[in-house]
């Protein structure tokens, strides 16, 4: 059962313009959403992330939105550069405090693709 | 800035082999995880450790082990390999003042396992 679902495999815009990434998530316990970058031949590169405490974090070009009510977040990335080609991966976590760690669940990723 | 080493980066294995992939965390990092990526699919938890225990467990298939030594490097031992355990595996470090608990994961470029 996927916990994180990312339904777009892949995304085309044009540079200049929105990319809109979007996540659903159906464990209520998730509490850290996460989005991840991943280059090919790279590992993931942490990109973003939003407690579920709050409903909007932005750093630069990168805005996450949450909605807990609906279970969905999505990512915008304004405006979109070509080097922003990738594929984004959604990430969870239960975090929990008292000492050891939680791995993440990861959604099967969206390829963004920035057309010039 | 030192990132995740793993090695090797490449391997490939016959069917019924054993294979061992090594992970150097950054250092002062107190956690290790370890991810597999098949083709096509979303990174998938292995196993963490924090401070050389073991922390938490996902899908990790009986055949593999995994231990964190008193250097906080990690080694991931899989035993009668199967061509299903071909795929990409990551190893991520993180400590409790970059997020331990939240998500914030800092990643390797993966080891790639063949299995034939």
């Known amino acids: 059962d996927q916990q994180v679902k990312q339904n777009s495999p892949s995304l085309s815009v044009q540079e200049g313009r929105i990319s809109i990434l979007n996540c659903d998530y159906t464990?209520?316990?998730?509490?850290?959403f996460l989005w991840y970058k991943k280059y090919p031949a790279e590992g993931p590169t942490f990109l973003i992330s939003i407690s579920s405490i709050k409903d909007k974090n932005e750093d630069g070009r990168f805005t996450v939105f949450l909605n807990k009510s609906a279970k969905h977040l999505s990512l915008h990335i304004v405006p979109s550069q070509p080097g922003d080609s990738a594929v984004y991966f959604c990430?969870?976590?239960?975090?929990?405090?008292?000492?050891?760690?939680?791995?993440?669940?990861f959604g099967k990723g969206t390829h963004l693709i920035i057309q010039p | 800035a030192a990132g995740v080493i793993q090695s090797p980066r490449h391997l490939i294995k016959e069917k019924r082999e054993t294979a061992t992939l090594k992970c150097y965390p950054i250092p002062r990092h107190d956690t290790v995880y370890w991810y597999q990526q098949g083709p096509g699919q979303d990174p998938q938890f292995l196993i963490s450790?924090?401070?050389?225990?073991?922390?938490d467990k996902g899908s990790i298939p009986d055949r593999f082990s995994a231990q964190q030594f008193s250097d906080y490097h990690s080694e991931l031992n899989m035993s009668s390999l199967e061509l299903g355990d071909s795929a990409l595996y990551f190893c991520?470090?993180?400590?409790?003042?970059?997020?331990?608990?939240?998500?914030?994961?800092?990643f390797g470029e993966g080891s790639r396992l063949t299995v034939l």
């Open positions: 450790f924090y401070e050389k225990m073991q922390s």
């Open positions: 990430a969870a976590i239960h975090s929990y405090s008292g000492g050891g760690a939680d791995g993440l669940t």
């Open positions: 464990n209520s316990m998730f509490d850290y």
């Open positions: 991520a470090s993180s400590s409790v003042l970059t997020g331990r608990g939240t998500g914030e994961l800092f």
